[in-house]
């Protein structure tokens, strides 16, 4: 069992790259506290994550694993009646004790009969990654949260695209993902001009 949490751990990292509910001007990590409350609210935003995924999932899991990785890092799995099984790798990006390569928890699914693929989830919280990675000391690993905390997120979506508007101080961007296959990028509003800073693969 241990060699099969480990891998597993593995499978869903290899494949990080929901809409989110957040309020219209809102930071990510505005109003939380520091202490995000741990394994159990890890546990309640990966079943939120879920069920904003639009996939069909039980009222209740038959069964769930959740294996420690690392110092405020989990990794959930969900079964489902039907053979099939949600997972859901997330870091407590909300705790200023921990120290998160990324904001955003990493979800997929696999069908009882198919391969496993990775799930739109918290996507306005990973556009911020994005962004204060680009506006952030050059070759930096970690989450500048200061920074993230002073960027206002505003979701306008269209029926081909997520669209999270980024507003920080007087500068505009913005971060449009693809729902079709999941590729995205980050813009920043220059004069009449939307000019591409980052880009890449969202899920």
Request: proline residues 5%; charged residues 25%; hydrophobic residues 35%.
């Amino acid at each position: 069992m241990r060699r099969y949490a480990i891998s597993l751990v593995l499978v869903v990292a290899v494949l990080a790259s929901y809409a989110g509910n957040v309020q219209a001007g809102e930071a990510p990590n505005q109003g939380k506290s520091t202490a995000a409350g741990g394994k159990a609210a890890m546990r309640q935003r990966c079943l939120a994550a879920i069920t904003a995924s639009g996939e069909p999932v039980a009222p209740k899991p038959s069964a769930e694993n959740a294996y420690d990785a690392g110092p405020g890092n989990y990794l959930f799995e969900f079964k489902q009646p039907d053979g099939g099984s949600f997972f859901c790798q997330i870091c407590d990006d909300l705790d200023d004790r921990t120290q998160c390569l990324s904001l955003g928890l990493t979800l997929s699914h696999r069908p009882a009969q198919g391969e496993q693929r990775q799930l739109p989830a918290e996507l306005d919280r990973k556009c911020v990654t994005y962004l204060q990675k680009e506006l952030g000391p050059t070759g930096s690993m970690e989450i500048n949260k200061s920074l993230v905390e002073r960027i206002k997120v505003t979701p306008s979506h269209t029926d081909a695209r997520y669209v999270f508007r980024m507003d920080l101080s007087m500068d505009e961007y913005r971060c449009v993902i693809r729902k079709s296959d999941g590729n995205f990028l980050v813009e920043r509003h220059t004069g009449a001009d939307w000019k591409p800073i980052a880009a890449g693969i969202m899920f």
